[in-house]
């Protein structure tokens, strides 16, 4: 694992839980797998911190601990705190399916690692009393955030956290068993008095799993509309629903998928045009050179089989080229589509075939392969004996290694990003604390009932100038924020492509 990747690690460790807990968890990113007394050696940390701080990190699945013969030994999982960059994508994502309720539930568990179910329904309450008065049944409101409960179980975006006193349950088998709530004891909870809700000591947590198919899902069904149109997206949404009923959930390819039941499925969906085209849109999706999905076999109507493999194996080549093409230019990603195509190819054939001018095409050609985006082999063809060894520099492009590149340059991005948006909080933290205790102190005054001249002169101890300044700053945050999210978007695809080769 490469620096840069250690140090997005650390410094999203420090954002979300302190610089202590930070310390241990870049200790045990730099040595592998350690158990506490080398931890503390390393780090100079008191026992007492340095047990908490793992606690911290066991509990929001971010520390897995196996024994041996001999002693308990603690291992860091990179990539799972990487993922805590995509929260806000993932309660967006379940606001979308199952309702904001169940976002709400989300964001609790999401910020306490793991819950009862109990707790979260009474954080989740306690949170919509604060901001909307919609639910003034508080019975009503109890059953409302119990069935939201359920979707979310029921849907697998939440399962049951399995402890275990020897090793962490990362390997157990996901249980998804609802225990029964007293809905009477909750709503005595809500009022404040004294009640056993019947879940004690039984703790849920996130299935980041499931997240991850379904964005990896969103991403190919994104693919085929922006190739073709929103009809051949839905189309590929419902191949995805049906590969799951036949396939396990990672399988490189989908068991063959019969054409009738994707008619019966089609016909579902109330949608006149796909019903009409079915065909037409199943062979043109067939017949693309992505090749998302295949025919494979006549028997029924003929029987289609979903290849994700090669689907995120399509998506990482035109990633690629798309960033070629931003950092090198048109004429770049030319030649890097043509050695593409031609897989081994010289460089008079690069400057004849791409039609750049031949000075042009050497250096470009030259630059991909220093910045290893292209590659040479050398290969020798033996002549007489006594006549010279003629040798050959062919291109070829190694596409694992521009993925994984693609993916260190997404790591040191988000980086910079990251100690960017540091940056312009820190140098302008008094402005901005500032206009954060005029909010507050025009809130509580609001309430009170104050007129509007005084509201008016409190608005006035900001100057003109500051407004600007903050509103610049402000401008700088987000968009910081939005390249975040687009980087992320990248970086997702591109370990897809790795998980799936």
Same mark, same amino acid.
């Given at each position: 694992?490469?620096?840069?990747?250690?140090?997005?690690?650390?410094?999203?460790?420090?954002?979300?839980?302190?610089?202590?807990?930070?310390?241990?968890?870049?200790?045990?990113?730099?040595?592998?797998?350690?158990?506490?007394?080398?931890?503390?050696?390393?780090?100079?940390?008191?026992?007492?911190?340095?047990?908490?701080?793992?606690?911290?990190?066991?509990?929001?699945?971010?520390?897995?601990?196996?024994?041996?013969?001999?002693?308990?030994?603690?291992?860091?999982?990179?990539?799972?705190?990487?993922?805590?960059?995509?929260?806000?994508?993932?309660?967006?994502?379940?606001?979308?399916?199952?309702?904001?309720?169940?976002?709400?539930?989300?964001?609790?568990?999401?910020?306490?690692?793991?819950?009862?179910?109990?707790?979260?329904?009474?954080?989740?309450?306690?949170?919509?009393?604060?901001?909307?008065?919609?639910?003034?049944?508080?019975?009503?409101?109890?059953?409302?955030?119990?069935?939201?409960?359920?979707?979310?179980?029921?849907?697998?975006?939440?399962?049951?956290?399995?402890?275990?006193?020897?090793?962490?349950?990362?390997?157990?088998?996901?249980?998804?068993?609802?225990?029964?709530?007293?809905?009477?004891?909750?709503?005595?909870?809500?009022?404040?008095?004294?009640?056993?809700?019947?879940?004690?000591?039984?703790?849920?947590?996130?299935?980041?799993?499931?997240?991850?198919?379904?964005?990896?899902?969103?991403?190919?069904?994104?693919?085929?509309?922006?190739?073709?149109?929103?009809?051949?997206?839905?189309?590929?949404?419902?191949?995805?629903?049906?590969?799951?009923?036949?396939?396990?959930?990672?399988?490189?390819?989908?068991?063959?998928?019969?054409?009738?039941?994707?008619?019966?499925?089609?016909?579902?969906?109330?949608?006149?045009?796909?019903?009409?085209?079915?065909?037409?849109?199943?062979?043109?999706?067939?017949?693309?050179?992505?090749?998302?999905?295949?025919?494979?076999?006549?028997?029924?109507?003929?029987?289609?089989?979903?290849?994700? $493999? %090669? /689907?995120? +194996?399509?998506?990482?080549?035109?990633?690629? =080229? *798309?960033?070629?093409?931003?950092?090198?230019?048109? &004429? @770049?990603?030319?030649?890097?589509?043509?050695?593409?195509?031609?897989?081994?190819?010289?460089?008079?054939?690069?400057?004849?075939?791409?039609?750049?001018?031949? $000075? %042009? /095409?050497? +250096?470009?050609?030259?630059?991909?392969?220093? =910045? *290893?985006?292209?590659?040479?082999?050398?290969?020798? &063809? @033996?002549?007489?004996?006594?006549?010279?060894?003629?040798?050959?520099?062919?291109?070829?492009?190694?596409?694992?290694?521009?993925?994984?590149?693609?993916?260190?340059?997404?790591?040191?991005?988000?980086?910079?990003?990251?100690?960017?948006?540091?940056?312009?909080?820190?140098?302008?933290?008094?402005?901005?604390?500032?206009?954060?205790?005029?909010?507050?102190?025009?809130?509580?005054?609001?309430?009170?009932?104050?007129?509007?001249?005084?509201?008016?002169?409190?608005?006035?101890?900001?100057?003109?100038?500051?407004?600007?300044?903050?509103?610049?700053?402000?401008?700088?945050?987000?968009?910081?924020?939005?390249?975040?999210?687009?980087?992320?978007?990248?970086?997702?695809?591109?370990?897809?492509?790795?998980?799936?080769?």
């Amino acid at each position: 694992m490469s620096v840069i990747y250690g140090k997005l690690c650390s410094t999203i460790l420090a954002e979300y839980f302190g610089p202590i807990v930070e310390r241990v968890g870049h200790d045990l990113f730099e040595h592998g797998s350690k158990p506490l007394h080398f931890i503390r050696h390393s780090t100079g940390l008191p026992l007492a911190k340095i047990k908490e701080s793992l606690c911290v990190l066991i509990k929001y699945g971010l520390v897995n601990y196996s024994q041996n013969e001999l002693r308990i030994e603690y291992t860091l999982l990179p990539e799972r705190i990487i993922t805590m960059l995509r929260y806000p994508r993932y309660m967006f994502f379940v606001k979308n399916v199952c309702g904001n309720e169940s976002e709400i539930i989300l964001e609790e568990i999401l910020k306490n690692g793991c819950l009862t179910a109990s707790s979260a329904i009474l954080n989740a309450h306690k949170k919509i009393q604060q901001s909307s008065s919609t639910y003034s049944d508080l019975k009503l409101l109890v059953v409302t955030l119990k069935n939201n409960f359920d979707l979310l179980v029921k849907n697998q975006f939440l399962m049951r956290d399995l402890c275990c006193d020897v090793k962490s349950d990362i390997d157990e088998k996901p249980s998804f068993n609802m225990p029964e709530l007293n809905l009477k004891a909750l709503e005595n909870l809500m009022e404040g008095k004294e009640a056993d809700p019947g879940d004690n000591k039984i703790y849920w947590k996130v299935n980041f799993d499931r997240f991850t198919q379904d964005f990896r899902d969103q991403v190919i069904v994104s693919a085929i509309r922006t190739r073709f149109d929103e009809d051949a997206g839905e189309l590929m949404r419902q191949l995805l629903f049906l590969m799951y009923l036949r396939t396990a959930s990672w399988a490189d390819t989908s068991n063959p998928i019969p054409y009738t039941e994707i008619k019966d499925v089609v016909r579902k969906l109330n949608n006149p045009r796909l019903i009409q085209y079915l065909d037409q849109y199943l062979n043109l999706i067939d017949d693309d050179t992505s090749h998302f999905i295949r025919r494979v076999g006549d028997s029924g109507g003929g029987q289609y089989s979903v290849n994700v $493999k %090669e /689907a995120f +194996h399509q998506l990482a080549w035109t990633t690629s =080229e *798309n960033i070629v093409m931003e950092r090198f230019g048109s &004429k @770049a990603a030319r030649i890097f589509r043509l050695v593409r195509s031609k897989k081994f190819v010289e460089q008079e054939q690069i400057q004849q075939l791409a039609m750049i001018p031949a $000075k %042009e /095409a050497k +250096h470009l050609t030259y630059t991909l392969l220093q =910045e *290893n985006y292209l590659q040479i082999q050398e290969l020798k &063809k @033996a002549g007489v004996s006594a006549a010279p060894t003629k040798t050959f520099f062919l291109f070829h492009i190694d596409l694992d290694q521009v993925v994984r590149m693609g993916i260190e340059h997404c790591y040191h991005a988000l980086y910079n990003i990251m100690q960017r948006r540091d940056h312009e909080v820190t140098i302008n933290k008094r402005m901005i604390d500032k206009q954060l205790r005029m909010q507050t102190l025009t809130s509580n005054l609001k309430e009170h009932g104050a007129t509007e001249e005084q509201l008016a002169e409190i608005a006035e101890m900001i100057t003109p100038s500051e407004k600007q300044h903050l509103e610049k700053v402000q401008n700088i945050i987000k968009k910081l924020s939005a390249a975040e999210f687009q980087i992320d978007e990248t970086l997702f695809l591109l370990t897809m492509y790795v998980r799936y080769h």
